[in-house]
């Protein structure tokens, strides 16, 4: 088994909190997770189920009294009426570590929790394999931008393009021998039968791929919803309801651009941030690592990888990170901003070995917002972190998503 990130976290939720609740995608590992390290005494039930599913929603209070806590529900979603009676339980019983709850759709679950266990859950936010996973590195520290670390470990960018292509999905380095194509064909046959049919009530699951594959397609890319309904031949609405749904089940996430009154002509579009590059790569129709990384989308490729690397990091240790991007009518453009303690952290990602200060030009933008302007840098395949200017560094890729305590 790959050992993950998140399971510091989960010792400490079960240690503090009364229930324990692990989102995102289907097959990235959530039930794995919890029931590597279930407790002796606690006892599984999934919703995938129908029957139980049923139960559960029918009769929720009769369900809980048969199966007694503690208790991990698997699918916790479709059976938002438990919630309530959990409610009522842990607040009656007041232990800790009383239900371990799970769910693929982020938002309707988060709605609900909500609504229903505030102030008594905490929560994981988990996604596919993160670089370190994959490697094995199981002392890898967050990337923090104020206390940039050397890292000794290289990575060589043809091994960074295959594992970008190839993405982090457990099963697909569970079994070595899984075809990629095979794998997220039966992954997004099972996600448009499940959750996207859940959430929507009637779905033509044709255009709903061909809706998946345009947004793949802009990868990186800044969201335009005018044109990606007339590639569909759908409306802008549509586009928008859809477009959730990807969120809600966490298949992409939407990187704001920074907003500041100070600030003039700057974009109010996001970009898009598939949080798995190898389901990306196989709705855009990429044959192998190689074509993509010699393409013109490579940059995107490699950006995305980046940003949703630290998301998925920061999401294991239940931190939101703050982070955005900078983009104004003449184009100029910061890639990436992190803002910690009220101070902005600006970098470049790129594909070069060769970083230069006309890389960073642009950073000077940010002394017109009135905050205080933390260094940053270049986070790029260089293999040594060293100073760009008197401020700004040179960042190794492997500084970032592969950094070792």
């Not at 938002?107 to 670089?131: C, D, F, H, P």
């Not at 967050?142 to 206390?147: A, G, K, S, T, V």
């Not at 791929?209 to 919803?225: C, D, H, P, T, W």
Request: glycine letters at 4%; proline letters at 4%.
């Amino acid at each position: 088994m790959i050992e993950r990130e998140a399971y510091k976290k989960v010792k400490i939720i079960h240690d503090t909190f009364r229930v324990l609740l692990v989102t995102g995608p289907r097959q990235v590992g959530k039930t794995t997770l919890l029931t590597e390290y279930l407790p002796q005494n606690m006892s599984y039930i999934s919703l995938d189920d129908e029957v139980l599913r049923t139960q559960a929603k029918t009769n929720p209070k009769t369900f809980l009294q048969e199966h007694k806590w503690p208790l991990l529900i698997d699918e916790a979603q479709y059976a938002p009426e438990l919630f309530p009676y959990i409610k009522m339980i842990v607040d009656k019983e007041k232990r800790r570590g009383m239900y371990w709850l799970t769910g693929s759709q982020q938002i309707k679950l988060m709605k609900n929790v909500q609504e229903s266990l505030a102030g008594r859950v905490g929560i994981i936010k988990l996604n596919s394999l993160t670089y370190s996973e994959i490697e094995k590195n199981v002392n890898k520290t967050l990337f923090e931008p104020d206390n940039l670390k050397k890292n000794d470990n290289i990575i060589d960018v043809n091994k960074l393009f295959e594992i970008i292509f190839n993405g982090g999905m457990p099963e697909l380095y569970d079994v070595p021998s899984m075809n990629k194509k095979d794998y997220f064909y039966s992954y997004i046959e099972t996600y448009l039968s499940k959750d996207v049919k859940d959430q929507l009530d009637i779905l033509d699951t044709n255009t709903f791929k061909k809706f998946m594959v345009a947004i793949a397609s802009r990868n990186g890319e800044q969201l335009n919803y005018n044109n990606i309904a007339n590639e569909i031949g759908i409306t802008d609405k549509t586009v928008k309801t859809w477009l959730n749904i990807l969120i809600n089940s966490g298949i992409i996430y939407l990187l704001e651009p920074f907003m500041n009154t100070k600030l003039k002509r700057i974009t109010h579009m996001p970009k898009i941030v598939f949080m798995d590059t190898g389901l990306c790569s196989y709705l855009a129709g990429w044959e192998n690592a190689r074509s993509l990384q010699l393409s013109e989308k490579a940059g995107h490729y490699l950006e995305t990888f980046i940003v949703s690397e630290i998301i998925k990091s920061y999401n294991s240790a239940g931190i939101d990170p703050i982070i955005s991007y900078y983009r104004d009518k003449d184009k100029k453009e910061i890639d990436l901003i992190f803002e910690k303690n009220n101070i902005l952290y600006p970098f470049e990602i790129k594909k070069t070995g060769n970083p230069t200060k006309a890389m960073i030009k642009n950073f000077e933008k940010l002394e017109e917002t009135g905050k205080k302007i933390g260094p940053g840098g270049i986070i790029c395949c260089y293999d040594m972190l060293m100073h760009l200017d008197e401020k700004n560094y040179i960042i190794p890729i492997s500084s970032v998503i592969n950094n070792k305590e």
